[in-house]
């Protein structure tokens, strides 16, 4: 497919003697939201922390827009357009919003060595750009670490959004959210998407990618199992991949076969 | 030089980086020089008896020829000066230790009382009019000044207190002034150490335009502080002559190994008063560590 | 972290302006120097309050608090300096070699000065970001390196003492050296000293001449540094960087960039107290700066910073220093033995540190 | 923390019993001593290494070492002591005025010393457990007011000396001073000397008349804090705490009193200290134990504690500590001018920590 | 009912101007497994912190077997017979898991000054406890550091349910996990309530919940929405209960009600 904007191609990725990746190969599309699942350690995050120019790749190929890369920083792979909301979130607690909003591409105005920043400006734009994503923020300096998770992951999300990414990825971004949280992360994730925004989202809960993914691919101890689109798979088959099959079904017999 | 050249080896308890201190190696160096003598140089890196008689220890076991020490502390180096004595190895005493030189067995002593100096000083700060004097201080806890601040006292006679400060002379001259300013009565102000505390201190007493009803005096010799005596800023400053104290002993050591060679008594070092008259000769030498 | 939601909640009081404004760091910082002030109030000597009294105490404190500045900054951004003190004797060695052996020019002498610090500082942060070891052992490393590198150096200036002097003489005419020395303002001082306006000495003359430059300085920096930390996206990075070193990486700040710089500022900033000081007192010594490292944080921690990095504030620093140097001079004010002086600077120092928690706690509401 | 898994994986190579070996804690700091010997073996006088050289850089070693178990303890613990140096000054003072003042015997005066340091520890441990400020602040600011109150306490104690002499001859016939003083198995050695099995000076005298009881205290002192460390609950305790205060906490782990038997253990390591140097001595002064919290912390962190707590062994601080008696005495037999040897002991560190972190890197496959 | 192991009584608490409490009552029973639902800061935590000793509470009353009481340490709950497991786990990750295992309540021998740890049987009980809950170490001196997310719920598990527990407090222990260690800690919950220990489990996953659960209760922002039980109540009822309602039915037809 060649209208892909980014195409990973066999991507390996060693830690001394450990095998994260062991030949992976993914693309996404502009405004599709494609969802990579996989069990704790799957390798998910390696994937993409190789994709957004944290982690090299020891092998493999990367294509964005078509041009072959080597990213040899994050602030490279930002700069192709490739924002990245880590599961770990990337903010800093003690800082106000509205610091991390812009950190690392803060605004500035005046010149020379009286350059400044132009908090008014950054002020307005990060208040304006939450409310956008529902969340009324008391003051702007109120600190990160004051937020609740499903707000962090949503100045995380509308600042990659803000900031221009053509290619959104999110790592577990649901994970420790409550259901109502949850639910405006997702439906966040579906209002970028329709902006032609492409998004790549990590997950081990099937029912979230459901919820808002075009295709999936599930990765398993750092091997893909292959991807298909939502129309060709179901939940229940989408878990089998990730749990790996025989043990899961013993287990959801002895429980009732809900989880 | 006939036979092999004898070794010897210095220990002292003042820090290589110490204004005084340091002239004292000047002079061990320059003795060790002269006299072809293998003459190493140790002392502690700070104001520290104990690990002083480990240096001590560790000097007896290569068994010199020759050994220097200073003794600010004899109870606490006599086990290892004896020790030294004990293998046979000719002991100097240099610089503080006097009166415990021959108790411990040494030979002789090169040096002076801190505790003397410290009276002469203060005798002759009292003759210059002094009634109210401060003792500026600039190490605590440092045995031998506190000898100088204690002889001092003694022979001023009249009021006096030790004022503590740090090494460091924007502190010094801080708190000399703040001292000045909250007594008036201060007229007399001993330093215990040339370029640590004098120097600060005349900064200090100019700065406030007291350099004519203020006496100042200071221990060992910078030669800023004698340019100070030298313009009449400052009285007098104590000398010890301390290159002495590192090149006698090491040139004693030396003749003893080769010849059999010592004195038969103490070397007094000093005292040793620079004043206006003579200071300017002196600047020149002081600034090349030798005085 | 767990997540723990914080919205517009019924269950949660609107924060005032006022708190808003106590929440800063340096808050504890002002506290501690208003508490300093009233205790010197009742026990010290009137003349510590004169204008000669203040510049005398803050005169210590602008070249502490030059160094503070540097650490505080550093501290912010997560990493720690001991080498600052030792950094003092060496810079100021390279200053006094570079006038008096040299001869070069002040403006040349002072540029070699801080070449010569920002080299050493770009080799500690390169140590410690390659090796990822704690920069507090690190530095300690070069505390002793840089201490025992002064002396050779003084010895091999000065052919074998450890002062080097004469410096005074060869800056003497140089158009450079009123910036770095001496006393700001004297015109104006004799001037309201003569319409009576400021004490006088009987001959007339002004008991405060002008004010000495490193309080100018320090002041400055301390300005400059505020607005770098508050206003500019660096300050926005330093605080990223100390704050969690690995998102600010993730999300694009130079991280690495920005502690090297960090590093260099400090010692730049033990540079520029090295120039300050052997250029007042006309010569240098092999122990100049001994300890400064701890008072510098000492400092950096009373106004408010977090020893784990990514909290804290330059004018914090400037308001701990002013607490040093207060409680370090003032004590000469007053009727107290001096003996007792060490054991009044720690608990003056436990007192400041204690009350700074309390109001912060207090103001806060942290648990 | 992201969750990471490492079930038995086929992705992961099994651990061999040589690279479970090698993660212990105290292996950087083994190595290390080899390095150092190695440096000494070309460069310095052969009497270092004949057993009176051994002895002689022992004995330091030993002192230091004492301060650094209990400091590498409490670092474990996640807490520091600074005010270790200061401690020892005013122990020593506290032991000397108990026996010269007081005219108390050694048994009671060694009490005494005791009661006060861990006194003094509790102070320090409920300031820093009640307010939560950390510790490097708290204890900061008793390296001052001890070392300050060791000098007024001697001036009143000799009528305004600095030095308190005389104390040899007050336990001169006390039965217990052999176990804090001097040295042990001193007739084995002269039988030995005798036989010529060990060196003597030309006279004949042995060059070693027996082992110093510090080193006994300091391998003794070791080996108990290990095995407390690694056998007991409290050596559990300990990890927890510094590991996770919290989490220890509700884990049913009494972290208060773990912490405040940490500072207690310190202080009485630091009294140990005292009372060992004092009785060697025969007397005391006020710049006793000047800076040794500094090396205290070098050895421990050379020993692999990690200044972040939670990790570190007691056996890494003792050959810590045997690395810093090393290069602190080792100098001195070789034929480097004493000028450098700060350049020397900072560079030594330097190496002796980077080889540390290389090796550690290396086996344990680290990031 | 009287036969309630545990009953909380209109408890009440507050952090200075924040209410996290105001007046929950709750009981739990030998062998049922009691869940505790609620959206992100309704206050999950706050509440079984005060019923395992870590806070007190600002007002109510605490029945343990009949008798009333006043904990004022996690050590004096856990002496009842409450035990925790923390959302944070209560786990140091540099040590090991015997030794994580044991914290506390380490196992000694030999007496007085020579009373050491057993580390013999410490180890042999940890290895065998963790295998009875279906782990196998690889050595029993593996830092719990190296284990994965849902191995160290199941040592935490195991260690509260060795050292006789009659009460099981779970804080979320599925929320970081994978499906297939969220079916084994469900397994191990299923186990644990078997052995007639009551369990108290807080999740804000419905499914997980129905999936073990045979009383649910529901906090909101500090109030308790009632009890009922797994009859009477059905998965979506319940979501319905925990979201707030009506809010939550936009978003879930704007995204397909998979959520
Ligand atoms: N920097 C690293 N060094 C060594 N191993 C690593 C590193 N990062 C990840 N790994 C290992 O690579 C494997 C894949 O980890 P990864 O974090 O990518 O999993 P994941 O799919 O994101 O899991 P989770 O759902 O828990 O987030 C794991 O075994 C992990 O231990
Ligand atoms: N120690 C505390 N001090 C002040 N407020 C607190 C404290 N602990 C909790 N809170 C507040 O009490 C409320 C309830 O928090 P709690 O942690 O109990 O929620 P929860 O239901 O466990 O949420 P989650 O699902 O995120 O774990 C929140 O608003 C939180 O900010
Ligand atoms: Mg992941
Ligand atoms: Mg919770």
New binding site residues.
Partial sequence: MSDAIVRMENIEKHFGNIVALSGVSFDVRPGECHCLLGDNGAGKSTFIKTMSGVHKPTKGRMIVSGKEVVFDSPREAMDAGIATVYQDLAMIPLMSVTRNFWMGREPTKGWGPFKQLDMKKAEQVTMSEMKRMGINLREADQAVGTL??GERQTVAISRAVYFGAKVLILDEPTS?L?VRQTASVLATIDRVRKDGIAVVFITHNVRHAMAVGDRFTVLNRGKTYGTSTADKITASELQDLMAGGQEMVELEGSLGGTV | QDGEAPTIVVVTHGQANDPFWSVVKNGVEQAAKNTGANVSYRAPETFDMVAMSQLIDAAVNQEPDGLAVSVPDADALRQSIERAVAAGIPVITLNAGADVSKDLGALLHVGQSEYEAGRRAGERLAELGGTNGICVNQEVGNVSLDQRCEGFAEGFGNTTEVLPTTNDPADVEAKVRAALQSNGEIDTILALGAATAGEPSVAAVESLNRLDDVNIASFDLSANFLQAVADGKADFAIDQQQFLQGYLPVSFLNLDARYGLMPAGDVPSGPNFVTQDNAQQVIELSSQGIR | M?????DK?E??KESSFVSQLLKRPELGAIAGVVAVTVFFLFTANPVMFSLSGVLNFLTPAAQLGILALGAALLMVGGEFDLSVGSMVAFTGLVFGVALTVFQLPLLLAIAMTFAVAGLFGLVNAEIVLRTGLPSFIVTLAFLFILRGLSLVGLKWATNGSTQLRGIRESVENDWLAPVFSGRAFTGLFEWMAGNGWIEAFSNGKPKVDGIPVEILWFVGLTLILTWVLLRTPAGNWIFAAGGDANSAKNSGVPVRRVKMALFVLTACCAALVAILTVLDAGSTDARRGFQKEFEAIIAAVIGGCLLTGGYGSAIGAFFGSIIFGMVLIGLTYTQIDQDWYQVFLGGMLLIAVLFNNIIRKRVTGE?
Avoid: F, H, N, P
């Fill in positions: 609740s998770g420790a409550g | 767990t997540v723990e939601t914080a909640d269950r949660l648990r």
